[in-house]
């Protein structure tokens, strides 16, 4: 008992402890230290002298308590585990064409425009305080190919106090002119974005919230020579990859031809050393039972990207499958092919997803139904699941001790709450639920990251780039 503490919460916490068990805490005390850390957990403290007594052990003031009221809850920060900051101006748009026409379209054209840095600096301290408002305490950006604009999304994460894993795009073919590298320029400036990064300010407990991860575009936009050279970099430096797979069957028909000798989408990515447990695959929509076998094998991570998948038509992914498996799974908002910044609304529709494989595929008492995803598998996906695939399940992701705060102070009967809770709900679990199908960042009151207060109703931006 010799952590300083440097907050204290008293109410109810809900989190995951598993896909199937959803954890409700009440009456619960739990104590953060300097570094954010979670220092002590005590259930069932219902009277109020065993709360000073274990206040007294830990030497912290009753009076600076952080009480629950009624309803609220604290749960884990989400994960949005695949996210385009750069496509920020274009969410709610553009939603009227499939993925290789809406790219040429409507996309390559925006991220071009952040060969500006006015115009990046205009852009991302926008989209990293929404991200945030919206709960999402850990974020995994594709910038755009440009050095100094991904440089400075990186540093706005990191000054906004969002844990963060920032891509600078690789493509260098089948781009638009103007959009497009050298095989040369491309792998130097990446090379050059991992030591930006990597030597952003440490914390004062010398970890980070902000990593560099090598993003391939996808492997239409990359030739093989820079696949091979930005998996070297990746093995360098020890950091993470990302990237798009198995989105759309024009994609996977293009990739054929693109790479005759090899017998698949992800075996392209396997053939050019991109796939290991620190990967991140975007989609995973389309995958063959030999390409699934694969991506467990290499312990590959799949983000479900369901509001996206819907929006621009790539198809429904079978989550359930993914998830039977053995294979890593974590939610997506995938800005701007999906429309949400919110992880509430990628759960809500990676519920709808499910439920359309339940129905298309019915069951006829056999094993091969695919039940719809459950509240607590839901929940799961959208901390624990994000968190794994970001390979930081042993430091967020749920309330354990000693793991690092990153918490959602949700109140869901505030004021203008959209969940209309009336006197005669009790039960826990349903207000959760409710919150989980109908409430919005109005209900969330406080954001942590790492013990900090970064965002939520109750908190002031100082930025003035927020409107
Ligand atoms: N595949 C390659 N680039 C993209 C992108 O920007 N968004 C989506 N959804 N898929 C992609
Ligand atoms: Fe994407």
């Not at 396997?270 to 694969?294: F, Y």
């Amino acid at each position: 008992m010799t952590a300083e503490i440097s907050k204290v919460f008293y109410g109810t916490f809900i989190h995951s402890l598993s896909l199937k068990n959803l954890e409700i805490l009440q009456n619960t005390l739990l104590g953060i230290d300097y570094f954010g850390k979670i220092a002590f957990i005590e259930k069932d403290i219902l009277d109020e002298k065993t709360l000073n007594e274990i206040l007294f052990q830990w030497k912290f003031p009753e009076d600076d308590v952080i009480r629950l009221s009624k309803w609220q809850f604290l749960m884990p920060g989400f994960v949005d585990t695949h996210t385009h900051a750069s496509q920020y101006p274009n969410a709610g748009t553009g939603m009227d064409l499939p993925l290789l026409d809406w790219l040429k379209k409507y996309t390559f054209p925006l991220e071009q425009s952040y060969s500006s840095l006015s115009f990046a600096k205009k852009m991302y301290p926008t989209i990293v305080s929404h991200l945030l408002r919206n709960g999402t305490t850990t974020a995994v950006y594709f910038a755009t190919t440009h050095l100094e604009s991904s440089e400075y999304l990186a540093k706005i994460v990191k000054e906004k106090g969002q844990r963060g894993f920032v891509g600078k795009v690789n493509m260098d073919c089948n781009s638009p002119n103007d959009y497009v590298e050298t095989l040369d320029d491309s792998v130097k400036s990446t090379e050059e974005f991992i030591d930006y990064v990597l030597n952003l300010e440490e914390e004062k407990d010398g970890s980070r919230l902000v990593y560099p991860i090598i993003t391939p575009r996808f492997a239409i936009t990359c030739t093989s020579q820079l696949m091979s050279s930005i998996g070297s970099l990746a093995k360098k430096y020890d950091i993470p990859i990302q990237s798009h797979l198995s989105e759309n069957l024009d994609e996977i028909e293009f990739i054929s031809k693109l790479f005759p000798n090899l017998s698949d989408y992800t075996t392209v990515y396997d053939h050019h050393g991109l796939l290991n447990g620190k990967t991140i695959m975007a989609h995973g929509i389309h995958l063959s039972s030999k390409e699934r076998k694969l991506i467990k094998e290499r312990n590959v991570g799949i983000s479900h990207c369901p509001t996206s998948n819907f929006a621009i038509c790539s198809g429904i992914c079978n989550v359930r499958q993914l998830l039977n498996e053995g294979i890593k799974v974590g939610l997506g908002t995938d800005l701007s092919g999906g429309y949400s910044k919110s992880i509430l609304n990628a759960v809500r529709n990676a519920s709808i997803a499910s439920r359309v494989v339940f129905m298309a595929i019915p069951s006829k008492g056999n094993d091969k139904s695919f039940p719809h995803l459950t509240l607590p598998e839901l929940t799961y996906l959208a901390t624990m699941g994000g968190a794994e695939l970001v390979n930081l399940d042993q430091k967020i992701g749920n309330f354990l001790i000693g793991k690092e705060f990153d918490a959602l102070l949700v109140d869901p009967n505030c004021n203008k709450s959209p969940l209309d809770i009336f006197d005669d709900l009790d039960d826990f679990e349903r207000i959760f639920e409710k919150f989980m199908f109908l409430g919005d960042e109005r209900n969330l009151k406080s954001i942590y990251v790492k013990g900090q207060n970064v965002s939520g109703t109750d908190f002031e931006e100082v930025d003035s780039h927020d409107k």
